[in-house]
């Protein structure tokens, strides 16, 4: 069944950085005729991220609840599983990335639903150096096994408007004098949102996606460092990066996780780090998608400028010497 001609989507982590990015990639491809995108969240003013788009229904509800799941889950013609952490503690890792896509595919088995497009994660393996990697693992592994309509994605990191991660560096940028980075020499093959939308979308519509892994990835590798330097370059506050040894940076990690709050770099993501996210040349990439990668230069420097008038324009100005 095309995207077009399906009536609803269910599209979990609707409501996210990605979410909203695949819903209004669907909505724009179908021009609104498309299937109704129904997006569930324990949050309302979340919702509101997507609320507006014509074709969205937000469904307040938790996911973790079985009973809601399912009664989300029917009618369906596809689902779409965009949940994921970055933080958390094993319980926290398998139950977002292992166990929901057991009750998602219990739910699907409930209620007669087949396809299912899942989101996980480049360089995700069952011998992976963090539980994030181990978990999204087994994750894919637990879909693999349902016989269902499958596709996998596997996307980089992913950057765009409001990431978590070139406009991270970009804001601690503006207030520390120098930035001591854990994984410095980690390389790195950055995606656009858009890119990862569109191909979510396409997954949809084509069902010779069925059945296979999709490595998304940009057309550049980067060393984390590099990316760094790059978010302060554009940004307009370049500032000093130098490399954390693996003690020192596992130490760091160990102290932001005390902080209250969500940290901003655990020691599962120093172990992540340990391992290259870039494409492996093993799998169907992008282009099999017929989608060309998004160069990171072609839209993070407008999106990290300042925008206070044409003051946004001196850091490309003193770069030219004028």
């Not at 969500?262 to 020691?267: T, V």
Request: include cysteine; charged fraction near 20%; aromatic fraction near 4%.
């Amino acid at each position: 069944m095309s995207l077009a001609a399906m009536r609803k989507v269910l599209v979990l982590g609707g409501t996210g950085f990605l979410g909203q990015a695949v819903c209004e990639e669907i909505t724009g491809r179908t021009g609104g005729a498309g299937p109704r995108l129904a997006v569930p969240t324990r949050q309302a003013q979340r919702g509101r991220r997507v609320q507006y788009l014509p074709t969205v229904d937000v469904r307040p509800g938790d996911v973790n609840d079985d009973a809601f799941l399912r009664a989300v889950v029917a009618g369906s013609d596809a689902v779409v599983n965009l949940v994921g952490r970055l933080h958390g503690s094993d319980a926290a890792f398998q139950a977002t990335h292992v166990d929901l896509p057991r009750r998602v595919d219990a739910a699907c088995r409930d209620t007669g639903v087949r396809r299912i497009v899942h989101v996980s994660a480049l360089g995700a393996s069952a011998d992976g150096p963090s539980r994030y990697l181990r978990s999204k693992a087994a994750g894919e592994a637990v879909l693999a096994a349902s016989g269902r309509d499958v596709t996998v994605l596997r996307p980089a990191v992913v950057f765009g408007p409001g990431d978590h991660f070139i406009h991270l560096f970009a804001g601690l940028q503006r207030w520390l004098p120098v930035v001591p980075l854990a994984g410095a020499g980690s390389r790195m093959q950055p995606v656009w949102v858009g890119d990862v939308a569109a191909a979510v979308a396409t997954a949809l519509d084509r069902r010779d996606t069925i059945g296979r892994t999709y490595e998304l990835a940009g057309p550049r590798v980067y060393t984390l460092a590099d990316l760094v330097r790059c978010a302060g370059r554009w940004s307009g506050h370049p500032r000093p990066v130098f490399g954390l040894p693996a003690p020192l940076a596992r130490l760091q990690a160990l102290a932001m996780e005390c902080l209250p709050g969500e940290p901003l770099i655990s020691r599962d993501n120093v172990a992540s780090l340990s391992v290259d996210t870039v494409a492996t040349g093993g799998a169907p990439g992008l282009p099999d998608l017929g989608i060309d990668a998004t160069a990171l230069e072609a839209v993070a420097p407008l999106q990290l400028a300042r925008r206070d008038g044409v003051a946004r324009l001196e850091p490309w100005r003193r770069g030219a010497g004028r």
